[in-house]
């Protein structure tokens, strides 16, 4: 199959001239250094420059970042270098290095060693461990140097590129090269080594417009690539995958394949040309200097080609080289979350790149797909059981095969013979395996009978990943944000099919059934019984089951899932470097969820007792999301979470004795509201002493008749300094002096003696009294503007009934009296006041009847003038005027002296 160059854009940033761009090996940073002088550091995971500096004013061709030494060394056409530390920007060194234009760097990969070369013709070799000093320098070049590089398989050895045709190899130590490799017609720009171990190469890139690959070894030219229309700058063989990267002055990047040599893709950003390329190991990013900014890509899939069969062995391919482990004969303990020590054997080398390796369902062949071809294997040995071309591959559960040969032919296989052919009258897109063959196409995914061919069902959906369960009465769909867990109904398929009734374009539409849509990016998936387990976009390892998604960690870097294994019930995953990770996933639990799915509740009782203790609540939760409360709240071993149950299913005896576990005032509050809605009174009452909802208890009180009770809340509250139900409590029960009392022990004299006029007047001279003198420490105008019976009794003219009525209120305290009694307070109460008091009352209510007649409507002219003795009034006790209110704080009042 053709390379799966997913191509995307990681950074796009418009600057001036980038003459070299580089990546730094361990932090998200690429560099550029620009013709105008400037050099820039860009964070590419964020898209944000994180520094930028001038160096000279002259173009900078040259800068490499020195990671061991957080260094960033820079060379220009002042023929200087220079030495910078990348977290502070100091300039830590200059020196002059060559008499003509600084063309390239070369870092040692291990040694504190420097390679520069020029337009002077000479390449020189710098040791700063001994303060910068020229160690070596190495002529024989006739024209600009134009790049040098170390070679990764003999540091000790370095090539060099030049507008005299040529590249030389040279040998540190050595002042002649070693040899030179001619074949280019014009002056060559670059020149880079093969980073695999496999193949002693070089790529070369020339004015001439052509790239030449060289085998340094036979010392001969292995391959000249054309295509381009300009001078070819920059080139590079990529880190990971099987291809080759040039650019030029034409503004293209071509892509080639490194094996076939055929041209994949061409890259146009219209920057204009091209001049740098650079690359970090074991990355598939590339960042690319143009004439009007940087670009980063990101190249294939990060994905590896790896798989694992139902025994827990697993194959991997690393470029080309396939090797072998077996999970299921690790001895040592196995923590969740850490690396696995593998024992790898290798089984050997492929003809092609695998792009992607697959078990059959049984596990005796292993396929291996890259480069537009597929190639079986048996897995035992890597013998060749049969290959062709194809653009994908998928396996059925009975062993068949599919292939998508291409845009309109999918074709079917069986013991490794074409058995057949789909019809099919739109462009396939992809295929997918499982229970039924799903082809991807014009817009929807279609899905079809593998024995006949049939086609069963067409879903208008846009399919990343298809997952079938094992039994194959479940399937997940993957899309570009979310996934969908449909059931497939065999019965109904065979009976539409049996009907022989033509079918429409959509297929059996009784097929499928919804049972949920999740919001969430799978990568990759796999089934368990009828839980769902996946990783998603977000780094975290999650299963579906039933409607509930439930968390099984959240991980550190991109994961794939390999498989699960019943034998060690453990879940494995791994990451783009094939580093294994395991985690424990009990198998029990898994059953007791699947029975429960298939409704199957006896078998699930009888898995329960091999659930494990610390599990019991998450497979509670999950019986309730399922509608069997009963069955969570005898499971669950979280007190909260049997609480709220009781609560639902109003089993109130459970849910008090969870409360008395938690003992939280919200859950008593919370009983107590469910347990007066049930009238459940004396539950409900307890709930509100332990939750100490005194409100609700002064309301619970007195609608009960509970006098006791009163007396104990208002007790309670006193000493709780919850004065308001305290006050409210005493005043329900008709005691005023306590009230008071209350009142006063609070510093509320006013209230206090407001309250004595209206329910105790035999108390009010000695609150007002109380009153006067707390007032009178602030004010002692506003404290003598207070009005004392006993001083002036002629301003309460009502005190004699007052008293009078208090004090038959005090023998007739009706707050004492039990409900028995109603017909009789209810009698007493329709007398006149003034019988119930006596002649003394009736005598005292003519009097003020007499003193006081009955109040007219004022005329206009009076209204005026009692509004006057109102003003004069306040401007006599110094009030402001436009607030009616006496203002005991009152700044004036305050300062005013007596």
């Avoid at 000279?56 to 040259?62: D, H, K, M, Y």
């Avoid at 009990?586 to 059953?591: C, D, P, R």
């Avoid at 509320?748 to 003198?773: M, Q």
Wanted: net charge negative.
């Amino acid at each position: 199959m053709p390379l799966r160059l997913d191509i995307k854009r990681q950074l796009h940033s418009r600057s001036d001239r980038v003459k070299c761009v580089d990546m730094h090996n361990s932090e998200p940073w690429l560099l550029s250094a620009l013709y105008n002088g400037t050099v820039q550091i860009w964070n590419y995971e964020s898209t944000t420059m994180i520094k930028s500096f001038e160096v000279t004013e002259l173009p900078v061709r040259a800068a490499k970042f020195v990671e061991r030494k957080n260094w960033v060394i820079t060379g220009s056409d002042d023929m200087l270098i220079r030495i910078f530390n990348y977290n502070t920007l100091e300039k830590l060194h200059t020196f002059e290095a060559h008499t003509d234009y600084i063309r390239s760097l070369a870092v040692h990969p291990t040694q504190p060693f420097l390679l520069s070369s020029s337009d002077d013709m000479s390449i020189k070799l710098w040791d700063w461990d001994k303060k910068w000093a020229l160690t070596q320098t190495f002529e024989g070049h006739s024209h600009y140097v134009m790049c040098v590089i170390f070679n990764p398989k003999d540091t000790n050895t370095f090539a060099s590129a030049s507008l005299d045709r040529s590249i030389k190899v040279w040998q540190i130590g050595a002042s002649a090269p070693n040899f030179t490799l001619e074949g280019h017609e014009k002056g060559v720009n670059i020149v880079d080594y093969f980073p695999g171990g496999e193949k002693p190469y070089l790529i070369s890139g020339a004015d001439d417009r052509l790239v030449k690959i060289w085998d340094y070894q036979n010392k001969t030219c292995v391959q000249t690539l054309d295509g381009h229309t300009q001078n070819v700058c920059a080139v590079c063989f990529h880190p990971e995958l099987p291809i080759i990267l040039t650019g030029s002055e034409d503004g293209t990047v071509r892509v080639w394949h490194a094996n076939t040599y055929r041209q994949e893709n061409t890259l146009n950003y219209g920057l204009e040309r091209v001049w740098s390329m650079s690359y970090r190991p074991g990355s598939n990013n590339i960042v690319i200097g143009y004439d009007e900014g940087t670009i980063m890509i990101k190249l294939g899939r990060e994905e590896p080609a790896v798989s694992m069969d139902s025994s827990g062995k697993i194959v991997w391919s690393k470029h080309n080289e396939v090797q072998q482990a077996n999970l299921s004969k690790i001895s040592e303990e196995i923590k969740d979350g850490e690396s696995i020590s593998l024992s790898t054997k290798e089984l050997g080398s492929c003809e092609i790149y695998p792009q992607s390796l697959a078990h059959s369902p049984n596990g005796r062949f292993v396929v291996v797909c890259g480069d537009g071809e597929y190639i079986i294997h048996t897995a035992l040995n890597l013998r060749n059981k049969s290959f062709g071309q194809a653009l994908d591959f998928v396996w059925s559960p009975q062993g068949e095969y599919a292939i998508r040969e291409s845009y309109t032919k999918v074709k079917i296989f069986k013991n490794f013979k074409e058995r057949t052919q789909v019809k099919i009258d739109y462009s396939a897109e992809g295929i997918f395996g499982g229970t039924l063959l799903g082809i991807k196409g014009a817009g929807s995914l279609n899905f079809y009978s593998w024995e006949t061919t049939d086609p069963i069902r067409r879903i208008d959906i846009e399919p990343n990943l298809v997952y079938w369960s094992v039994n194959g009465d479940r399937v997940a769909v993957g899309t570009d944000d979310s996934f969908f867990v449909l059931s497939y109904k065999p019965d109904a398929v065979a009976e539409a099919l049996a009907s022989g009734e033509p079918l429409d374009d959509e297929g059996v539409e009784e097929a499928f059934d919804v049972d949920g849509e999740v919001e969430e990016n799978i990568k990759t998936g796999q089934w368990v019984g009828d839980c769902f387990i996946y990783t998603n976009n977000g780094n975290r390892l999650n299963y579906y089951v039933g409607g509930e998604i439930v968390t099984i960690s959240h991980l550190d870097r991109p994961m794939y899932l390999l498989g699960y294994l019943e034998s060690t019930e453990r879940l494995y995953l791994c990451d783009k470097d094939v580093i294994v990770v395991s985690y424990k996933l009990q198998q029990s639990v898994l059953e007791y969820q699947t029975a429960v799915m298939r409704g199957d509740l006896e078998q699930a009782d009888a898995l329960l007792e091999s659930v494990p203790v610390d599990n019991r609540t998450r497979v509670a939760h999950f019986l309730e999301k399922q509608g069997f409360k009963e069955q969570a709240l005898v499971v669950s071993l979280d007190s909260e979470h049997r609480f709220e149950l009781a609560l639902q299913l109003h089993r109130l005896d459970v849910a008090k004795e969870m409360a008395e576990k938690i003992d939280a005032a919200a859950k008593w509050k919370q009983l107590g509201e469910v347990a007066m809605r049930q009238s459940k009174f004396d539950l409900a009452e307890d709930c509100m002493e332990h939750a100490k909802d005194y409100s609700g208890l002064l309301l619970l009180y007195t609608a009960g008749g509970k006098l006791n009770k009163m007396d104990q809340l208002a007790s309670t509250c006193k000493s709780e300094e919850k004065t308001n139900v305290a006050f409210i409590s005493l005043l329900l029960q008709g005691k005023v002096d306590d009230c008071i009392e209350l009142l006063c022990s609070t510093n509320r004299l006013a209230e206090a003696a407001l309250f004595a006029r209206s329910y105790c007047p035999s108390r009010v001279s000695e609150i007002v009294k109380l009153w006067k003198d707390e007032l009178s420490k602030t004010n002692n105008r506003a404290a003598s503007a207070l009005g004392d019976p006993e001083e002036y009794s002629n301003l309460f003219p009502e005190m004699p009934v007052g008293l009078k009525a208090e004090q038959y209120a005090r023998e007739n305290n009706v707050s004492q009296k039990s409900a028995s009694n109603y017909s009789a307070v209810k009698a007493e109460r329709s007398q006149p006041l003034s019988e119930r008091l006596g002649g003394e009352g009736e005598a005292a209510t003519s009097e003020k009847a007499t003193e006081e007649p009955a109040a007219e409507e004022p005329a206009a002219g009076e209204e005026e003038e009692e509004d006057k003795e109102d003003l004069d009034l306040e401007d006599e006790l110094n009030l402001d005027g436009e607030d009616d209110d006496l203002d005991l704080d009152d700044e004036d009042l305050l300062n005013e002296d007596d």
